[in-house]
T-cell receptor, first 116, second 112 residues
Framework: ETGVTQTPRHLVMGMTNKKSLKCEQH?????MYWYKQSAKKPLELMFV???????ENNSVPSRFSPECPNSSHLFLHLHTLQPEDSALYLC???????????????FGPGTRLLVL | GDSVTQMEGPVTLSEEACLTI???????????LFWYVQYPGEGLQLLLK?????DKGSNKGFEATYRKETTSFHLEKGSVQVSDSAVYFC???????????FGQGTRLTINP
């Protein structure tokens, strides 16, 4: 499955580093998402973009900064992270027509982040 | 608020055993319901979905029926295989919203 790709797949960073996660979707979708998957916690939605505009921020700390330059690409810029931010970060995309309630989200393989 | 509760794992079964993973939900609106599967080292893949009461989603031998009266969407398979070993997530999405609300996941291990 190569519809949604994420790079890097693994990342180790110190608390003072700045890094970025990249997501690209090849499905022609207009909505993109960032989710966080921590150990022993349900997946948490972080951000939603529709047609390049941020439409949802789920009370995410400012040390996470998303960017969506076009409908196919989504970035998550990271700075001054804490060890508790270590998690699997999943990107997803969907058609973008949420009104019908039929929309399916397609997920990438994730970036496993370790903050030291 | 909206929430999903799954049976706690891990679940370990022998090959060809019957599987049921329970999922119940609480929703303020009228949700669509999903099961996603996550194989080791991979992201989530949609396994099946149902969008209205009494709908049955099915895929790869798995089934789940949308039960509005019991607010449940239990995942079932009659005969599991080693390749079914993965983490299974139940999720809901309120109509008109884009946010998926996930359960905590159930790790399934199938032994040969």
């Amino acid at each position: 499955e190569t519809g949604v790709t994420q790079t890097p797949r693994h990342l180790v960073m110190g608390m003072t580093n700045k890094k970025s996660l990249k997501c690209e979707q090849h499905l022609g979708h207009n909505a993109m998402y960032w989710y966080k998957q921590s150990a022993k916690k349900p997946l948490e939605l972080m951000f939603v973009y529709n047609f390049k505009e941020q439409t949802e921020n789920n009370s995410v700390p400012s040390r996470f900064s998303p960017e969506c330059p076009n409908s196919s690409h989504l970035f998550l810029h990271l700075h001054t992270l804490q060890p508790e931010d270590s998690a699997l970060y999943l990107c997803a995309s969907s058609q973008g027509d949420s009104g019908r309630g039929q929309e399916t989200q397609y997920f990438g393989p994730g970036t496993r982040l370790l903050v030291l | 608020g909206d929430s999903v509760t799954q049976m706690e794992g891990p679940v370990t079964l022998s090959e060809e055993a019957c599987l049921t993973i329970n999922c119940t939900y609480t929703a303020t609106g009228y949700p669509s319901l999903f099961w996603y599967v996550q194989y080791p080292g991979e992201g989530l893949q949609l396994l099946l979905k149902a969008t209205k009461a009494d709908d049955k989603g099915s895929n790869k031998g798995f089934e789940a029926t949308y039960r509005k009266e019991t607010t449940s969407f239990h995942l079932e398979k009659g005969s599991v295989q080693v390749s079914d070993s993965a983490v299974y997530f139940c999720a809901l999405r309120i109509q008109g919203a884009q946010k998926l609300v996930f359960g905590q996941g159930t790790r399934l291990t199938i032994n040969p």
